[in-house]
């Protein structure tokens, strides 16, 4: 029998291959067949997972939520030290210096990552900035978040903080970061399906031991990841119901 294995796709896209070479090392570990399938957009991943055809994923906070609740899937671990923050910035031209200073009407650019994006309008707030006085465009990745700042296609920008530092020095320094979140729960997680859950501690195991094995720390090192640390029930949680309660 082959698993299916999906990622959230908000990750960089310069960990493609990191994925594939993890999943190359998880299939070795548990002697079983892995099938991982990257998805462009979330519409696409979500109607696999409504299809039952996800048996572990890397998932977003948002996703979790339906994942866990709805579709049985329980956590096995998180990235240690890697939280979902969020970084609201603007060209480095744009006369604002905080965001009370961003007036109605603005263009707002922004992913379809959705935790991201009810973070950012949450921290929009202060400047009596909502849907109904904003003009929003979606696009594909946080790079093309930039361009759009850049050659002046919108006004404000939002981004997971991670893909905003992995930007390169060149475009950081041509962009004016006015907030970030420091929420601090908020997190990717990697979930297992009902139909993996008999070798779910097997599982978190290996990952938890990544980081002793030089092997594993290479796949770690591929991913971006210093290692795995186990996540608790209540935690997951608890993060699920304050990304409900904000939204």
């Known amino acids: 029998m082959s698993w ?9 896209p310069d960990y493609i291959p990191g994925w594939y070479i993890f999943n190359t090392w998880l299939q070795k570990q548990l002697a079983e067949r892995i099938h991982l399938q990257l998805y462009d957009n979330f519409a696409d991943q979500r109607e696999a997972i409504r299809n039952d055809q996800v048996d572990i994923i890397y998932a977003n906070p948002f996703d979790a939520s339906m994942l866990i609740r709805e579709k049985g899937f329980k956590a096995l671990v998180r990235p240690s030290g890697k939280q979902d923050e969020v970084v609201v910035a603007v060209n480095a031209q744009h006369p604002a210096t905080r965001i009370e200073d961003l007036p109605p009407e603005s263009r707002l650019v922004f992913t379809n990552d959705p935790d991201v994006h009810l973070i950012g309008m949450i921290m929009l707030e202060p400047a009596d900035l909502h849907a109904g006085n904003l003009s929003g465009k979606a696009v594909d990745s946080y790079v093309l978040v930039a361009k759009s700042l850049l050659h002046d296609e919108a006004d404000i920008g939002f981004f997971l903080k991670e893909a905003f530092y992995d930007l390169s020095g060149f475009i950081r320094d041509q962009l ?22 008999g070798k779910r501690e097997h599982i978190r195991e290996l990952l938890l031991g990544m980081s002793a094995d030089p092997k594993g720390r290479g796949v770690l090192e591929s991913l971006g990841l210093p290692s795995w640390e186990k996540v608790d029930e209540e935690d997951v949680e608890f993060m699920i119901d304050l990304m409900d309660a904000l939204a």
């Open 4 to 12: 299916q294995m999906s990622v959230s796709p908000d990750f960089a």
């Open 176 to 197: 004016k970061v006015l907030v970030e979140s420091e929420i601090s729960v908020v997190h990717h997680t990697l979930l297992v399906g009902p139909r993996l859950q």
